[in-house]
């Protein structure tokens, strides 16, 4: 029997700077490799977002790695084997698992794939996890780079694992933007997955991280994208803790939500107990075992209508503040009745205001400094979907709370303002602004950047045979061109209604090109074939007014090399003086 401990979206380092919950995370990813000692599991499955930052400060770093080093670097005998290909599923450069390697001692050994927060980001698309990964404390898999528009296919490798007569297929898959991977999922062909050749009947676990979206394919995964050759799917992403495993319709997998281990919003899903899954897998056979989370800090959720609450006063903020304090009196006495849990606990109150007064938050919470964790944020107001649109209908102008304003995404933001890019991938921009923002990787764009152009040399010399002539150079710029926007839907769809720039590429690269061509072979000149032309001002308005085609793209008239693609070229304006001996100054490329 195969024994997995599974838990996802440890959070490491979450509110490292608050004095009261700063070690939460440490104490449950604690408590978690505790319990994977206590049941003498095999192993350890994490299911993405091990750490809350992708650039995790110093201090999270050392205590993550020495709560690794103190529960699973021993001298206990790892039980089962890899028999796959570790080169092709694992990313580091040593091409094997931890626990093979002779220098170091590894026990408990940790599989785990990156999350939304501590995904790959930067140049060299590196995370928090690369770096425990080089140091041989966890097993990194699944590894996508998720800002590249590169990547038409994936080869999903798993890790094949054999235990007596158990045999399980691991796979895994880290974060990727929700709408690229279900685009994937959706096209035939674009993710491999890679099975045994062997007939041994191979149980196929696969453990990734996304946001889900049951029966839609926008905005999250569809559960009904997932092939049906697996057996179970460990869902990371979503805090939600559900206890049971959850069935699919017209699929033979089954669904396990462990959810987070620490929570990072003050909602209704978060209040649920916390929970890790203990796993045991023989044969074709599993059974799922939930093990409570004891170290949590345990939460209180309310949500209130004052419209419905008796005693409440419409404009009295005295009743109000009695009233509101009296709810979170009784919150608090409920976590101290559930057990004696040394910590202090937590306390959302989502409060319907709609048509009363509100009270400050600060002031209020004032009063429960030591009593909860969060005395700032207890009360949350908000105001109800149809009261908001009865104030657009009737065009109330009363203030907003600032909770209540619509958000809208980056990617949201971007659709509506429809980019008619030619050059860089839009969705690479999306990617870089995304890291940029979330991730604190200052050369997102500088990656996007050289990506992009890498991409278009590629493109350009891909062509087996040698484009010895300019024509040939210019034609193959042009089919390039044409590609990308035909591969961006806005593009192919309303490329027409694009302007037209200064300098910007001719509709026909090669027409223009031969038409220049002609018209520079009939003017003469005494320079060298790798100087620029220098003429004076009288001679270039001359010359360009006789002998110069108009410009393709709308643009400036420009001076040219002889031998060299005209017009990719202009000449900064000259100055003119009284005498005219003064000559015109050299073209600027």
Not at 123 to 133: E, F, K, P, R
Not at 400 to 420: F, G, T
Not at 439 to 463: G, P, Q, R, V, Y
Request: net charge negative; aromatic share 6%; hydrophobic share 35%.
């Amino acid at each position: 029997m195969l024994r997995i401990l599974v838990a996802t979206d440890c959070h490491l380092g979450y509110l490292e700077k608050d004095e009261i919950r700063r070690f939460d995370s440490f104490d449950t990813f604690e408590e978690i490799c505790s319990l994977a000692v206590i049941n003498k599991v095999d192993f350890i499955l994490l299911g993405g977002n091990l750490f809350h930052e992708n650039k995790p400060s110093i201090s999270t770093l050392v205590k993550s790695m020495e709560i690794i080093r103190s529960y699973c670097l021993n001298d206990h005998q790892v039980q089962f084997q890899v028999v796959s290909d570790q080169a092709a599923c694992l990313q580091n450069r040593f091409g094997r698992v931890n626990f093979e390697d002779p220098n170091f001692n590894i026990g408990l050994p940790v599989f785990t794939v990156h999350g939304t927060h501590d995904g790959p980001a930067g140049v060299d698309g590196l995370s928090a996890i690369d770096i425990l990964s080089a140091c041989n404390f966890v097993n990194y898999f699944g590894k996508v780079d998720p800002g590249s528009s590169d990547v038409d296919q994936i080869s999903v490798c798993p890790v094949f694992i054999k235990k007596g007569a158990t045999s399980v297929a691991l796979y895994g898959l880290g974060n990727i933007r929700d709408e690229k991977l279900s685009r994937m999922l959706q096209t035939h062909y674009k993710i491999q997955w890679m099975k045994a050749d062997s007939e041994d009947d191979w149980f196929n676990l696969f453990v990734f991280h996304q946001k889900r979206r049951k029966g839609s394919s926008t905005n999250g995964i569809n559960e009904q994208l997932l092939p049906s050759f697996l057996d179970l799917v460990i869902w990371g992403h979503e805090h939600e803790c559900l206890i049971d495993h959850q069935e699919v319709s017209g699929k033979d997998f089954h669904i396990i939500h462990p959810g987070s281990s620490v929570a990072t919003s003050l909602s209704n899903a978060e209040a649920k107990p916390k929970n890790v899954v203990l796993l045991e897998i023989k044969g074709m056979q599993y059974k799922q075992t939930n093990i409570p989370l004891k170290s949590v800090r345990p939460i209180q959720y309310a949500e209130v209508q004052l419209k419905d609450q008796l005693g409440v006063e419409l404009n009295n903020e005295a009743a109000l503040y009695e009233h509101l304090d009296n709810i979170v009196s009784n919150l608090i006495d409920k976590t101290a009745i559930s057990g004696s849990e040394p910590k202090l606990p937590l306390v959302r109150v989502k409060v319907d205001y709609s048509g009363f007064l509100t009270i400050t938050p600060q002031r209020f919470g004032q009063k429960y400094v030591g009593k909860v964790a969060n005395p700032n944020d207890i009360i949350l107001f908000s105001r109800s979907a149809q009261q908001n649109r009865t104030r657009e209908h009737t065009g109330g102008s009363e203030e907003c709370e600032p909770n209540e304003l619509d958000q809208q995404s980056i990617e949201e933001l971007i659709a509506e303002s429809n980019l008619n890019m030619q050059i860089l991938d839009k969705n690479d921009l999306d990617s870089a602004l995304h890291d940029f923002v979330n991730k604190d990787e200052n050369m997102a764009f500088h990656s996007c950047l050289d990506k992009n152009i890498d991409a278009a040399k590629k493109k350009l010399t891909f062509a087996t045979k040698d484009l010895k002539a300019e024509e040939d150079i210019v034609l193959q710029l042009d089919q390039c061109m044409q590609e990308r926007m035909n591969e961006d839907p806005l593009l192919s769809k309303g490329g027409s209604e694009i302007m037209p720039c200064s300098q910007s590429l001719p509709t026909n690269a090669l027409s223009a090109f031969q038409e220049l061509k002609c018209s520079s072979n009939e003017e003469q000149d005494t320079h060298e074939s790798d100087e620029l032309i220098e003429i004076s001002d009288k001679e270039h308005s001359q010359q360009a007014s006789q002998k110069r085609p108009a410009p393709v793209d709308g643009g400036s008239q420009s001076s040219r090399r002889k031998t060299d693609l005209s017009s990719f070229y202009r000449t900064a304006p000259s100055k003119n003086n009284d005498d005219g001996g003064k000559k015109g100054k050299a073209p600027v490329i």
